[in-house]
């Protein structure tokens, strides 16, 4: 059973800066493809971003894609979500997920961090 554990939310004026960590455990973190994503009040979860295990990366959008940039160190079972220059629509809960086979359902799911940016 894989855990996954998210931080790094937190409250941020526009413009600002966060970094989202994501501990895996439980699980042999180089063989899972690794995603973020976030679900906005009122709005559905929205995939963010995915680093595959074979090293292939994926955003969404290209609102996202000049912004945030999604990483992992695979030594440390850790994948990071760098998000500059964040708009208050980037307001949302964030998300970390798991899949060994990307493409299909993600399997695994962190509990959220919470990121909020004001206006």
């Known amino acids: 059973q894989v855990q996954l554990v998210e931080s790094g939310g937190g409250l941020v004026q526009a413009g600002g800066s966060l970094r989202l960590s994501c501990a895996a455990s439980?699980?042999?973190?180089?063989?899972?493809?690794m995603g973020w994503f976030r679900q906005a009040p009122g709005k559905e979860r929205e995939f963010v971003a995915a680093f595959t295990w074979k090293g292939s990366i994926t955003y969404n959008g290209d609102s996202v894609k000049c912004r945030f940039t999604i990483s992992r160190d695979n030594a440390k079972n850790m994948v990071y979500l760098q998000m500059n220059s964040l708009k208050p629509e980037d307001t949302a809960v964030y998300y970390c997920a798991a899949t060994k086979l990307y493409g299909s359902k993600w399997d695994y799911w962190g509990q959220g961090t919470q990121v909020t940016v004001s206006s």
């Open positions: 439980g699980g042999t973190f180089s063989s899972f493809s």
